[in-house]
């Protein structure tokens, strides 16, 4: 009952007892014998409530000091024979209480009092506070772990409790090793390399890739279907998948070994892994993504789709060059309809345009001007590596197709065609604000696929096997009309690109890349006049040198760090690493140089390192034979610390 309640009720029996005694002293007046008659029950009445409700009261607080006794007792009994794991410990960790469960199930009958915690199991008290319950190991069993905090006048305490969850982690990681995976298998170029081939070698290899991919199933419980002759389906768990990961997909190597016809050309693979969908529909879709990019990076490789993005494993060997020209011709026929249908055509290259990239952003304006179209090149005048060149065109030709970057942007129109050569990357743009302002985009470029590749393109011509952008530009042009309408600046223009990026025609050259120079010098392009834009000074020369010479060996790698102040370093270091690919057994280069307060690494290989893979783990990318990465906000030493763990990781 409660305080307030007891008054009323004592105060209604004094009242009543008050009225009583009134009531009775009235009959005094009357009849004396009567009085006494009422007097004495009325006051025996009265002491007899008045003795039970003093003892009732007393017994109440009794038996609720009891219950409250018995139920504290109870509680503590019930906490400690409570079937889930609960400790206390005070603030600095230390355990100054368990229960029966605890002791029993978790230490094993050990005592831990005065024990840290930490000693037993990892957790941080402050952060099961303020965070969700936190998943803890011990003794190969799973504990989910809560804290609650409890204030006394000393110090605080905390009372953790541990929920045994084995059972649904097991389930938990069963149903995450189940989930299936789709991979599409494609054999690269298999038309082009069976097209020589006798019957019987063409059986040979149909055998030898059916055995390779049942052996690469043999140790799954996954399937595997033909969707094609050069094309494969396959369903694998994820506790396979993930042996075959941590093996760095071993069926790239494998089929590296089945030599195709008298040539003795290389099998390769290309796979596409759709990984950690919730759907099988969404894992193919995945797949698909994966088996592009796969593709567009010069193929012999897996690729991995996730929702944090790709994953490369493999692609060491050189692509293989594409003889069909149909694609070409229907990119050109596209383009061209584009083009015409456009008020203004703007074609930009990466930035600190190189001779690829302004060379082949000025064939391509020239050919578009002799379609009747207004084509210019968007560049920066005091930023670019091209400046031979741009200055011997504007020498013959002006300066009317050239546009500085804020020009362009002032005069680009939603009717405006945007055309991107030598890069495909969002973040290498020479300028990103004009690719946003575009809604008609079309990209040329031969740089196998990074990441961020450019996804809105409306032609999007990608040729990882071609040599350089100048190459596709120069056979995309041939399409257009008849050719022997552009200048032989124009040609020269393209020339220098290939030249540059082949190295003298010595890196990543195939039929097409002669033919298309040949092309060019039947368009009138003078080969001296291309040799004297890769001139330079006597300074330079020099600062190449020295860059040499100081350069030291690792990993069959060699590495020159500078620390020149040389305006021409950008022209000094790229020349520099090409140098170093001369010195024997050096298969790759790597130049590191800061420019404008950043760092720059400049990378160069002979195929058998891909320098590719080797940038990418630094932000940057490029080509398997020539590469480049930049670094904000470090030093020149860091930066060879960071190329050397990446080279490292390579192999």
């Known amino acids: 009952m409660k305080k ?53 009261k007393n017994n109440i607080y009794k038996f609720v000091s009891k219950l409250d006794h018995k139920i504290n007792q109870t509680a503590s009994e019930s906490l400690y024979l409570y079937p889930v794991a609960s400790v206390i410990v005070d603030e600095n960790g230390t355990i100054v209480w368990y229960n029966k469960y605890f002791f029993e199930n978790i230490m094993n009958g050990k005592d831990v009092f005065g024990i840290a915690i930490n000693e037993i199991v990892n957790v941080d008290i402050y952060t099961l506070l303020s965070e969700h319950p936190s998943v803890v190991s011990y003794m190969n069993r799973a504990y989910e772990v809560v804290a609650e905090k409890t204030e006394h006048v000393d110090n605080p305490l905390y009372m953790l409790s541990f929920t045994d969850i084995t059972d649904y982690v097991l389930l938990q990681d069963k149903y995450n090793m189940t989930r299936p995976s789709i991979l599409i298998i494609l054999i690269d170029n298999y038309d082009d390399l069976l097209l020589n081939a006798k019957e019987s070698e063409k059986a040979h290899v149909s055998v030898s890739i059916e055995r390779l991919l049942e052996e690469f199933m043999s140790n799954t419980t996954g399937i595997i279907r033909k969707l094609s002759k050069d094309r ?51 894992s193919e879709v995945l797949a698909k993504q994966s088996l592009d990019m796969a593709l567009g990076r010069g193929g012999d490789q897996a690729v991995i789709k996730t929702e944090n993005g790709f994953k490369f494993f493999g692609g060491v060997s050189k692509g293989v060059e ?9 990119i050109a026929t596209a383009m061209k309809e584009l083009i015409q249908s456009s008020e203004k055509v703007f074609i930009m290259g990466h930035a600190f345009g190189d001779l690829d990239s302004i060379g082949s952003a000025i064939g391509l304006a020239g050919a578009i001007n002799a379609l009747g179209s207004e084509a210019y090149v968007v560049y920066d005048p005091e930023k670019n590596l091209a400046k031979p060149l741009i200055n011997k065109f504007m020498e013959t030709e002006g300066d009317k197709i050239f546009m500085n970057i804020s020009q362009a942007l002032s005069s680009f129109t939603d009717k405006s065609l945007l055309i991107i050569v030598d890069t495909h990357n969002k973040d290498f743009l020479e300028s990103k604000k004009l690719y946003e302002m575009a809604k008609h985009i079309v990209i040329i470029d031969h740089h196998r696929k990074t990441v961020n590749f450019i996804d809105n393109a409306v032609i999007f011509h990608h040729e990882p096997y071609a040599s350089s952008a100048a190459e596709m530009v120069t056979e995309i042009i041939h399409y257009f009309f008849d050719s022997s309408k552009i200048s032989p600046v124009y040609a020269e223009a393209l020339l220098a690109g290939i030249t540059l990026d082949t190295k003298n025609f010595v890196m990543r050259t195939g039929v097409r890349t002669f033919e298309a120079a040949a092309s060019l010098r039947k368009l009138g392009a003078d080969t001296i006049a291309v040799k004297k834009l890769f001139s330079s000074s006597i300074e330079s020369y020099q600062c190449k040198t020295q860059l040499v010479s100081n350069a030291e060996i690792y990993n069959n790698c060699a590495i020159a760090v500078s620390n020149l102040n040389s305006e021409d370093i950008r022209f000094i270091a790229p020349q520099a690493a090409d140098e170093l690919l001369s010195i024997t057994d050096v298969d790759a280069s790597f130049v590191i140089f800061k420019s404008n307060n950043i760092v720059n690494i400049s990378a160069r290989s002979l195929g058998s390192i891909n320098v590719q893979v080797i940038m990418e783990k630094l932000g940057g990318g490029g080509h398997q034979t020539m590469a480049a990465t930049q670094l904000i906000d470090i030093d ?16």
């Open 232 to 282: 494969f389906i396959a369903i694998i768990e994820e506790k396979h998948l993930q042996i075959i990961i941590n093996e760095r997909f071993k069926i790239l190597d494998e089929a590296r070994k089945i030599i195709v016809g008298e040539q003795r050309t290389n099998l390769t693979l290309s796979i596409g892994v759709g990984h950690g969908a919730e759907t099988l529909a969404e």
């Open 4 to 56: 307030k309640q007891l008054w009323l009720f004592l105060l209604n029996a004094i009242l009543l007892m008050i009225i009583s005694a009134i009531s009775v002293s009235i009959t005094y007046r009357y009849n004396l014998y009567a009085f006494i008659f009422l007097a004495i029950p009325l006051i025996i009445l009265n002491l007899s409530f008045l003795i039970q409700t003093f003892v009732a």
């Open 636 to 651: 020149l030493e860091r930066a060879k610390k960071m190329l050397l763990a990446a080279i490292n990781d390579y192999y």
């Open 322 to 330: 594409k003889k069909s020209r149909s694609k070409i011709r229907i």
